[in-house]
């Protein structure tokens, strides 16, 4: 793999003093293309930024330097141990208790509290690593706040003669020309008392960040000629602080770079493939998703030609018919159901034609000579009854067998 | 072939046989996805996780919590919103609508191949026509040349209220007679 000639160049911005022949490009070292880690970066920021702080504590002895005691019960007053003795205001009053004028606070702050944080090397380097990729990162830096409007290039390297700067007006024209200025005078425009109690205990003013700028070589002079400018900073390259270049745990510090910095990170962080030189057995982390564009994967030909076309309509479920109710429904679960249905009418159509002969029949006047001959026929129907019956043989029922036999 | 929307972006990893053998360099074992020019930044979507949260441009109004609205300063963004499609900072390709000198309109397009390079990022062009034409200009360069046709309603909105803006500032705001009866 022809790694260095696949990165891509990071063209150095040379200054009024630079010969004309100037002005080259130096590769992009690996450090930015590190994962930018904002969990890792927010945890090691505010472990690290513990380590700074003072102890403080109330005196151990206060609210105790009295001899005071409980009065007991039967005093009418309450139970709180009181100032001994007499002749004074403080007689008498109440002592010891978190409650009272003068009494020890509720659990006194003691200076054995664990005032630093341990840091795993590992992580803090990491968190290192991921604030240098994030300062490349236009977007980012802009979030924070920075104003890069003008900046010609990120990450902004300037050339070497920087580092010889001297003086601090001649340092500002150095940051007008590589389009820096704008963020310094933000900073300086931003300076004002601060708002709360912390203006009385020594942290009188704030103001806003300005640039980082990194340097590459020791005693360079540009330290003294930027250190006096409002919202500058600067620092050496094996000298990265995370409060620095992630300052408030937030990401994309403005930075700049010398040419001789610039060149020194590949050596002092390593690359993805070889060895730190600086920092012992230390390689860049992985990130864990080594192409991240997610819309560019899904838009890719190897994606596209596998995956199933989108289906633009929506199938809906249709309304549920009921069959009982609607025929056409039911013809389709049941198509016998028509020809039963159609029986089921003629047979009924009859039944109700026949019902109806029936009665008609009955409730007509029936004419004399039928009317004559059901007579008739009743009255023999009678007689033979009586003959043919099985009770002729007896006496008894002679009389209401009636006539003579 | 149809892009994906949004909404239905899933997320898989790519796993190389090699990958244990040697540490992967992003744009060698990608190359068909990754030109060197772009390598340098990094993707659109992993810029807006980082971004969502807290940035410098962000203002949260009326409410707390779910019942604020987000609003972003920042001035690639053609409503004001804080979110991923209308980000002027998580998009690689933005449009930008802002009044300029003298009663005119500045139509801007952030430039694909330059992100990485702040003060040349931008395709600025001031215009001073009337709205018709101004119109037609910002149709074009947004939607008909497939830059960002999905911003093309934003983008005429806010010409149209950047217009009037410029008329009301040219012919001053409206004095209230308040000693009127």
């Not at chain 1, 937030?250 to 001789?260: A, D, E, M, N, Y």
């Not at chain 2, 330059?114 to 200009?137: D, G, H, V």
Request: contains cysteine.
């Amino acid at each position: 793999m022809s790694a260095a000639a696949a990165r891509p160049l990071v063209t150095v911005q040379s200054l009024e003093s630079d010969m004309a022949t100037d002005a080259n490009s130096v590769p992009l070292p690996d450090v930015m293309r590190a994962a930018i880690r904002p969990d890792i970066v927010t945890f090691v920021h505010g472990q690290i930024s513990k380590n700074a702080r003072q102890p403080y504590a109330v005196s151990k002895r206060a609210g105790h330097q009295t001899s005071a005691e409980s009065w007991g019960t039967g005093r009418a007053v309450s139970r709180i141990p009181r100032v001994a003795g007499g002749g004074t205001h403080r007689a008498g009053q109440g002592a010891f208790g978190n409650m009272c004028r003068g009494g020890r606070m509720f659990a006194p702050t003691k200076i054995w509290r664990r005032w630093h944080r341990q840091v795993n090397v590992t992580q803090k380097r990491h968190a290192v690593v991921s604030a240098i990729a994030a300062s490349a990162v236009p977007s980012l830096v802009l979030a924070r706040g920075h104003k890069i409007e003008e900046v010609p290039e990120l990450p902004l390297v300037v050339s070497d003669a920087a580092e010889a700067v001297e003086k601090t007006s001649a340092a500002l024209k150095v940051l007008k020309q590589i389009g820096a200025h704008p963020d310094a005078i933000k900073a300086k425009d931003s300076q004002a008392i601060r708002a709360g109690k912390g203006k009385a205990r020594n942290r009188r003013y704030v103001s806003r960040k300005g640039p980082l700028v990194v340097y590459g070589n020791e005693g360079a002079k540009l330290v003294k000629a930027f250190r006096n400018i409002p919202g500058v900073e600067i620092a050496h390259v094996s000298r990265l602080n995370l409060l620095k270049l992630a300052p408030g745990g937030h990401l994309g510090r403005f930075v700049i770079w010398t040419k001789s910095a610039f060149e020194k990170l590949d050596a002092i962080y390593g690359t993805f493939d070889k060895v730190s030189e600086k920092k012992n057995g230390y390689v860049l982390p992985r990130a864990k998703m080594i192409n991240a564009d997610i819309a560019r994967i899904i838009n890719s030909d190897e994606v596209q030609s596998v995956v199933k076309p989108i289906k633009k309509e929506v199938k809906r479920a249709p309304l549920k018919k009921n069959p009982l109710k609607n025929l056409q429904v039911m013809l389709k679960l049941n198509p016998y159901a028509k020809a039963a249905k159609r029986m089921a009418l003629l047979a009924e159509a009859q039944r109700v034609k026949a019902k109806q002969d029936k009665l008609d029949k009955k409730r007509k006047p029936i004419s004399k000579e039928e009317a004559l001959a059901i007579n008739s026929a009743s009255k023999s129907w009678y007689k033979t009854m009586i003959s043919d019956s099985d009770y002729t043989e007896f006496e008894n029922f002679t009389k209401w067998l009636g006539a003579s036999q | 072939m149809p892009p994906i929307p949004k909404s239905h972006i899933w997320y898989f990893t790519r796993s190389y046989p090699s990958l244990f053998l040697k540490p992967p360099h992003c744009e060698i074992l990608d190359s068909p996805f990754l030109s060197i020019s772009e390598m340098a930044t990094v993707p659109g979507q992993l810029i807006w996780e980082i971004v969502k949260k807290n940035n410098s441009f962000l203002v949260k109004e009326f409410g707390n919590g779910t019942a604020s609205v987000k609003f972003s300063k920042e001035p690639n963004n053609l409503y004001n919103l804080h979110s991923y499609k209308h980000s002027g900072l998580a998009n690689k390709k933005t449009v930008t609508i802002q009044p300029g000198k003298d009663q005119s309109v500045l139509l801007a397009t952030t430039k694909t191949k330059k992100q990485n390079k702040p003060s040349t990022l931008l395709n600025k062009s001031l215009m001073k026509k009337e709205f018709n034409r101004m119109a037609k200009a910002v149709v074009n360069q947004v939607a008909d040349n497939h830059y960002r046709p999905d911003l093309k309603k934003a983008a005429l909105a806010r010409l149209s209220v950047v217009n009037r803006s410029l008329k009301v500032s040219k012919s001053g705001a409206k004095k209230k007679n308040r000693q009127r009866l």
